[in-house]
């Protein structure tokens, strides 16, 4: 008998419920059939809604139906397993909409696992089999499943495009090469293939080193950030303390002032009260006196009254009284005035020096950005022109600062500059206010013997003869040595003649990420001096030292 069963399809004898060959089939009032358990436990569910339905037709019944195996299905079913059938595949590995079907399969088709270059088809995983198992197919190239396996089929010939035209950078057939492409270079798919993965090879290697280039400037990036952020939180605990220091000796002057107008006010009314008590002493005894004379007077005897008049010939003394002279105005109205002016001052330095914090606190220099190409013209020096102005508590006493800060003169007269950690005390030399962390550009103009043109760390020695403390001798600052006929580059005590037109005025171009540094000599034109390619570890600061009495150096204004 199992040789006349006809072959048919394995999911007309499946469940729908299950997907698998039926169990125990029973088959409902509505014709469908199902496994005894599948429907069994769909209708268990179903009964808490008070309904009995087929899953498939939807169809109701009231009362539930009570469920008898089909003896003829159930024996059909064992037949066909016996004949090789086997439990229809799950769900999932049919194919859907997205998926590329079996071209083999008829009709529910399964999902391709595999596409036919050669064939070009594209096979389940039952009809793949022959691919691995007959030699004369094992050559066929295979690929993941794709749904374009058109697109290697040439229009014109109806062939596998397995040839490559270089000429018009397209796949075509071999009867292509005969007739349209006849006198074109062509090569094999494979051919064109390895040359084509070279150059990839190649592109990967550029984008995979860009990718490297642009992580490590990321990790920077985050270094500048972190620096930025310890730079800030530094700045404002520094300003913290430089306000409260402000504020307390601020608080010590009123305490003083107090205290001297509380010990003026005690030792002037102590003053006034002693002569107030002599007066009042005063007025005590001549009232007693006058009281004597009204007796006198009031005698009615003539003898008694020439008898006691010698007695008080001492009243006959002057009765002149001292004058007393207030003053009209009040009295600490001077000193209240002092501190009214003191006030006035307070605002007006407190205003300049706030417009000059708050214009360094908008120019700070973060450079989120890659470094650009190094300027060429003077126009694209000038784009990155820096105001620079020196700071008063770096400059040695000899030298003398004016024009805002901008220019200083070396005297032979010592200026009367407070006394500051940051002073250079031996050496005449000065380094900037502002610090120098981007790409910035400055001109300083000089006159006289000489000059030291440089960049600096902050934390440059400051006291002492030793060289260290000097620009360029030590490995803190870069200096170039500007005389009446050449220049000298130094940097850590190593000196370079440096060849070039000598010019009184000096431009300076820093990329301080890049750790390039620049000098030129400026006329009509700009030329290179020296070049320096480093790495900075810290902020700079730009620096002059002066040889001679007489000599100058100023910072032009160029924004």
């Not at 010698?310 to 207030?326: D, G, R, V």
Request: hydrophobic share 30%; aromatic share 8%.
């Amino acid at each position: 008998m199992a040789e006349n069963v006809p072959r048919l399809e394995t999911e007309k004898y499946s469940c729908s419920i299950c997907l698998d060959l039926l169990k125990d089939p029973v088959t409902i009032p509505c014709g469908h059939s199902y496994c005894m358990n599948c429907i069994k436990e769909h209708w268990d569910r179903e009964d808490q809604r008070g309904i009995n339905s087929c899953p498939q037709c939807r169809k109701t019944f009231r009362p539930r139906p009570d469920l008898l195996k089909n003896i003829v299905l159930s024996e059909l079913v064992e037949d066909l397993k016996k004949t090789g059938f086997q439990d229809a595949p799950p769900d999932h590995c049919y194919a859907g909409p997205e998926d590329v079907a079996c071209d083999i399969c008829k009709g529910r088709r399964m999902k391709a696992v595999k596409s036919c270059l050669s064939c070009p088809a594209s096979y389940c995983k039952n009809h793949i089999q022959s691919h691995y198992d007959a030699p004369p197919l094992k050559r066929h190239k295979l690929t993941d499943p794709s749904k374009n396996l058109q697109q290697n089929i040439c229009f014109r010939h109806d062939e596998g495009m397995k040839m490559f035209c270089r000429t018009d950078q397209r796949r075509i057939c071999y009867l292509c090469t005969m007739d349209e492409h006849k006198d074109h270079e062509t090569v094999p798919l494979a051919a064109e293939r390895t040359e084509k993965q070279k150059e990839l090879q190649v592109r990967r290697q550029q984008i995979q080193q860009r990718i490297q280039d642009q992580e490590k400037n990321v990790k920077l990036l985050q270094q500048e950030v972190e620096t930025f952020i310890l730079s800030a939180d530094k700045a404002v605990e520094d300003s913290e303390k430089i306000f409260s220091d402000m504020i307390r000796l601020i608080l010590k002057r009123r305490s003083d002032v107090k205290q001297e107008i509380r010990s003026q006010q005690e030792t002037e009314v102590k003053r006034v009260k002693e002569l107030q008590e002599k007066l009042e002493q005063k007025i005590t005894e001549l009232k007693r006196k006058d009281a004597e004379l009204k007796q006198l007077s009031d005698t009615e005897d003539d003898n008694q009254f020439l008898h006691n008049y010698p007695s008080l010939s001492a009243l006959s003394e002057s009765t002149h009284s001292p004058s007393i002279n207030i003053r009209p105005l009040r009295y600490f109205e001077d000193k209240t005035a002092a501190v009214s002016k003191l006030m006035e001052e307070l605002k007006d330095n407190l205003r300049d020096t706030w417009k000059n914090i708050s214009l360094k606190i908008t120019k700070v220099d973060v450079l989120f950005l890659e470094a650009g190409p190094e300027p060429n013209t003077r126009a694209e020096f000038l784009k990155f022109s820096q105001e620079i102005t020196l700071d008063p508590n770096t400059a040695n006493a000899k030298l003398l600062l004016s024009d805002g800060d901008r220019k200083v003169t070396l005297t032979d007269q010592l200026q009367s500059y407070p006394d500051h950690r940051d002073r250079f005390t031996d050496h005449v030399q000065v380094l900037s206010r502002e610090s120098l962390t981007g790409r910035c550009y400055w001109d300083v103009e000089w006159r006289g013997g000489g000059i030291d043109v440089a960049v600096s760390y902050k934390n440059i020695t400051r006291a002492g003869w030793p060289d260290e403390c000097l620009f360029g001798f030590n490995d803190k600052s870069w200096s170039l040595h500007c005389f009446t006929n050449s220049y000298t580059f130094c940097h850590n005590y190593n000196n370079t003649p440096v060849l070039g037109p000598v010019s009184s005025r000096i431009g300076v171009y820093l990329d301080y990420k890049a750790g390039i540094l620049c000098f030129y000599s400026i006329s009509d034109t700009m030329t290179l001096l020296h070049r320096v390619q480093t790495t900075f570890t810290q902020p700079l600061y730009a620096g002059i030292r002066l040889f001679l009495n007489g000599d100058t150096a100023k910072f032009i204004k160029l924004i």
